[in-house]
């Protein structure tokens, strides 16, 4: 397929003709091997974002796509394999018929799509022969950038483990410069800069193996792979390639993480080697292989959240009329000294209040803008609610490619501010003060170096 680095409208209809068709072969082939007319519609949408998303590659920094990406995969997909048998946990099963489920999601997830779409910003579209362009040329005059702030993300990741609670965030935030510092290499002439990036990611993933948490680890090679294909010129298959190489790679973390977790790996590289010979190269005749693929189910499978709330509410407890968002708003917008009631992000209250599950201390679950959606406004409210969402995306974006007429290089720092943003399990709580404090925080970085050490960053 041919890879469309232009808007000219001669191109856009073709495209969407191959797009459509090809979601519609993949529901077709879901709904020959037994799944539902409504899996078939899921499974058709997850497809055509999936190849929006791959599209996008190399022409922009698909933010948007990544969102809607996740949705569907962790909203529909993971839902069509629950519904298809492939997930028997206790808990966390789907609460509600597919027919009950499935239209007001697939109903919320195109409402957002209408919405992120319907002020686009003509800039986005020629990231790559305009905005590419100004950053390389920029960053040619000061070739050290990329290793000075790697070097400054991996200080303040050792000075945030001392950071009272208060803090921490901040610095967890400047700790993550580090890779921001790896995407200014991907751009930068520098000969060394693929051995430093390899570098630094491989220690981001010693880093997860050690702690079995490997969500970073997966949100930023997503990240700086953006980057990577913008500066790459790939196929539309060799790309997809790519995509389906990261799920292997992500399933394959899945099964690792399992093993840690249960105490039957170690959480190191030499650990996570045995994994792979006995339990991926089939060198061993691993039982749990099924336990592991429906944990992987499970973790893709955030539509079970949903459809607990939209079993929980109305029938056990009240819609909450806008009240979490009312709190979210208040609570971004005014500091805690003036808000001494301010809610905790995490998500654990929100998921507790709208499902009715007690959760450990040491478990964080969020109940997603679609669940927190419905909590608050019911189903029409809740699609409602998701428009709204998307084209405050929208804005944001729009904003950030507006500053980069003045300053191209702020481009390189979305990633650190949407980080949180585009899971598809944060809340409203979680994203405002994510997005806030992240755009507050990258404006400061910026000041500082231009203002004071008179560095054009």
Same mark, same amino acid.
């Given at each position: 397929?041919?890879?469309?680095?232009?808007?000219?409208?001669?191109?856009?209809?073709?495209?969407?003709?191959?797009?459509?068709?090809?979601?519609?072969?993949?529901?077709?082939?879901?709904?020959?091997?037994?799944?539902?007319?409504?899996?078939?519609?899921?499974?058709?949408?997850?497809?055509?974002?999936?190849?929006?998303?791959?599209?996008?590659?190399?022409?922009?920094?698909?933010?948007?796509?990544?969102?809607?990406?996740?949705?569907?995969?962790?909203?529909?997909?993971?839902?069509?394999?629950?519904?298809?048998?492939?997930?028997?946990? &206790?808990?966390?099963?789907?609460?509600?018929?597919?027919?009950? &489920?499935?239209?007001?999601?697939?109903?919320?997830?195109?409402?957002?799509?209408?919405?992120?779409?319907?002020?686009?910003?003509?800039?986005?579209?020629?990231?790559?022969?305009?905005?590419?362009?100004?950053?390389?040329?920029?960053?040619?005059?000061?070739?050290?950038?990329?290793?000075?702030?790697?070097?400054?993300?991996?200080?303040?990741?050792?000075?945030?483990?001392?950071?009272?609670?208060?803090?921490?965030?901040?610095?967890?935030?400047?700790?993550?410069?580090?890779?921001?510092?790896?995407?200014?290499?991907?751009?930068?002439?520098?000969?060394?800069?693929?051995?430093?990036?390899?570098?630094?990611?491989?220690?981001?993933?010693?880093?997860?193996?050690?702690?079995?948490?490997?969500?970073?680890?997966?949100?930023?090679?997503?990240?700086?792979?953006?980057?990577?294909?913008?500066?790459?010129?790939?196929?539309?298959?060799?790309?997809?390639?790519?995509?389906?190489?990261?799920?292997?790679?992500? &399933?394959?973390?899945?099964?690792?993480?399992?093993?840690?977790?249960?105490?039957?790996?170690?959480?190191?590289?030499?650990?996570?080697?045995?994994?792979?010979?006995?339990?991926?190269?089939?060198?061993?005749?691993?039982?749990?292989?099924?336990?592991?693929?429906?944990?992987?189910?499970?973790?893709?499978?955030?539509?079970?959240?949903?459809?607990?709330?939209?079993?929980?509410?109305?029938?056990?407890?009240?819609?909450?009329?806008?009240?979490?968002?009312?709190?979210?708003?208040?609570?971004?917008?005014?500091?805690?000294?003036?808000?001494?009631?301010?809610?905790?992000?995490?998500?654990?209250?929100?998921?507790?209040?709208?499902?009715?599950?007690?959760?450990?201390?040491?478990?964080?679950?969020?109940?997603?803008?679609?669940?927190?959606?419905?909590?608050?406004?019911?189903?029409?409210?809740?699609?409602?609610?998701?428009?709204?969402?998307?084209?405050?995306?929208?804005?944001?974006?729009?904003?950030?490619?507006?500053?980069?007429?003045?300053?191209?290089?702020?481009?390189?720092?979305?990633?650190?501010?949407?980080?949180?943003?585009?899971?598809?399990?944060?809340?409203?709580?979680?994203?405002?003060?994510?997005?806030?404090?992240?755009?507050?925080?990258?404006?400061?970085?910026?000041?500082?170096?231009?203002?004071?050490?008179?560095?054009?960053?």
């Amino acid at each position: 397929m041919e890879l469309i680095t232009n808007y000219d409208k001669r191109y856009k209809y073709p495209f969407f003709v191959k797009a459509i068709l090809f979601s519609f072969f993949t529901g077709i082939v879901f709904y020959i091997l037994g799944a539902s007319l409504l899996s078939f519609f899921a499974v058709l949408l997850t497809t055509y974002f999936l190849i929006l998303f791959v599209n996008a590659l190399g022409n922009n920094i698909p933010i948007i796509e990544i969102m809607l990406l996740l949705c569907v995969l962790q909203w529909l997909l993971g839902p069509v394999l629950a519904y298809a048998g492939y997930n028997n946990h &206790y808990k966390y099963y789907m609460y509600i018929t597919e027919k009950e &489920y499935f239209p007001f999601v697939i109903l919320g997830i195109l409402a957002f799509f209408t919405g992120s779409i319907l002020v686009r910003n003509k800039r986005e579209k020629y990231l790559k022969p305009v905005y590419l362009e100004k950053i390389t040329n920029h960053l040619k005059s000061s070739p050290y950038l990329g290793y000075s702030f790697i070097l400054f993300g991996w200080v303040c990741s050792l000075i945030q483990r001392f950071m009272p609670g208060s803090l921490n965030f901040i610095f967890f935030l400047l700790a993550n410069s580090m890779y921001i510092g790896v995407i200014y290499l991907l751009l930068q002439p520098s000969r060394l800069k693929w051995w430093v990036t390899g570098s630094v990611l491989f220690l981001l993933f010693l880093s997860s193996l050690q702690s079995s948490m490997f969500h970073g680890l997966l949100l930023w090679l997503t990240f700086i792979s953006l980057y990577f294909f913008s500066i790459k010129k790939y196929s539309f298959q060799r790309k997809l390639l790519f995509i389906f190489l990261g799920i292997g790679f992500a &399933y394959i973390i899945q099964i690792a993480k399992w093993e840690i977790r249960n105490g039957t790996a170690q959480g190191n590289l030499s650990g996570f080697v045995t994994v792979i010979n006995d339990k991926v190269l089939g060198e061993d005749d691993y039982d749990d292989t099924e336990t592991a693929t429906q944990d992987f189910v499970v973790r893709l499978n955030q539509g079970w959240i949903i459809s607990r709330i939209m079993y929980y509410i109305p029938v056990e407890a009240p819609f909450v009329d806008g009240k979490t968002v009312k709190d979210a708003i208040s609570s971004t917008l005014l500091p805690r000294f003036l808000n001494p009631g301010k809610a905790v992000v995490g998500g654990k209250e929100y998921f507790e209040l709208f499902t009715g599950f007690v959760l450990l201390s040491s478990t964080s679950m969020g109940a997603s803008l679609l669940g927190e959606g419905y909590a608050n406004f019911g189903y029409t409210g809740a699609i409602v609610f998701m428009f709204v969402i998307g084209l405050f995306y929208r804005f944001a974006l729009n904003t950030i490619y507006k500053i980069a007429d003045k300053y191209p290089t702020v481009i390189l720092w979305i990633p650190l501010i949407f980080l949180q943003v585009v899971k598809a399990e944060s809340d409203l709580l979680r994203v405002l003060n994510h997005l806030v404090k992240a755009s507050l925080l990258v404006f400061l970085i910026y000041w500082v170096c231009y203002k004071v050490f008179k560095w054009r960053i």
